[in-house]
């Protein structure tokens, strides 16, 4: 069974709206630090938000004020909902799981997003 999984990618407008959502098997859930990622072609994989098991939430610049990452502990799902996307949002979005000291560290296999202009 895959650690992680993510679900709710598809193609939307620039200026709408998704949300991810991602899955987690397994007893760690709520001690880890669930984080999403994202790897446009040709560039590298950049972290954009993660929350602790605390529920502390950290963003990237470049989508702060536009996305908003929870986590339901009880179901085991940490989600990221996007609004007013752009373009260069563009991307295959990954969920990651670990403990604070990288003593697990798991990836999703990956859901794209496609933001047309």
């Known amino acids: 069974q895959v650690p992680v999984a993510e679900s709710g990618g598809g193609l939307v407008q620039a200026g709408g709206s998704l949300r991810l959502s991602c899955a987690a098997s397994g007893r760690f859930f709520s001690r880890s630090v669930m984080g999403w990622y994202r790897q446009a072609p040709g560039k590298q994989r950049e972290l954009i938000a993660t929350i602790t098991s605390g529920s502390s939430t950290n963003y990237a610049d470049s989508v702060k004020g536009r996305f908003t990452i929870s986590r339901d502990n009880a179901k085991n799902t940490v989600s990221l909902e996007m609004n007013s996307l752009k373009p260069e949002d563009t991307a295959v979005y990954y969920c990651?799981?670990?403990?604070?000291?990288?003593?697990?560290?798991?990836w999703g296999q990956g859901t794209q997003v496609t933001v047309s202009s």
């Open positions: 990651n799981m670990r403990s604070s000291n990288y003593a697990w560290n798991y």
